[in-house]
């Protein structure tokens, strides 16, 4: 379901989808069909800073009552992804490199922090919103 649909007494919102209708007739014909996708799973790839690269799939589950998003990270048992997480596990936020910080880890594209105790980067955009 569209936000708009989702939030009607948002009237910024509702003002943004009005002038979108206006200026677009793609726009306009994409919004009339309500074609809606909500992508609950994807794989994305994360660059950790003391681990390394990790592949991992990921899945957001949705509460539509609260409004909330779960998103879980594995990893396949027996890849190199799946023991870097199971190390994690063991050493957790500590310091490995002697004054490395841990929130500090960019991702392989330069992209924004997902977990930022753990340093966790993201490659891709968050499962989308529904």
Do not use: N
């Not at 943004?16 to 309500?34: G, K, T, Y």
């Not at 992508?39 to 909330?68: F, M, N, W, Y």
């Not at 027996?78 to 994690?88: D, I, K, N, Q, V």
């Not at 500590?94 to 490659?123: V, Y």
């Amino acid at each position: 379901m569209p936000d708009a649909a989702r939030y009607p007494a948002d009237s910024e919102l509702r003002g943004l989808v009005d002038r979108l209708v206006a200026a677009s007739a793609e726009f306009r014909e994409l919004w009339a069909r309500q074609d809606v996708e909500v992508r609950r799973s994807t794989r994305k790839r994360i660059l950790h800073p003391v681990v390394g690269p990790l592949d991992l799939d990921c899945e957001a589950l949705h509460d539509p009552h609260r409004d909330q998003w779960v998103i879980l990270y594995t990893a396949a048992p027996g890849t190199p992804s799946h023991a870097a997480l199971r190390l994690l596990k063991v050493v957790g936020s500590q310091d490995l490199a002697g004054s490395q910080d841990l929130a500090g880890g960019r991702d392989l594209a330069g992209g924004r922090d997902l977990a930022g105790r753990h340093g966790l980067t993201d490659r891709t955009d968050l499962a989308a919103r529904g």
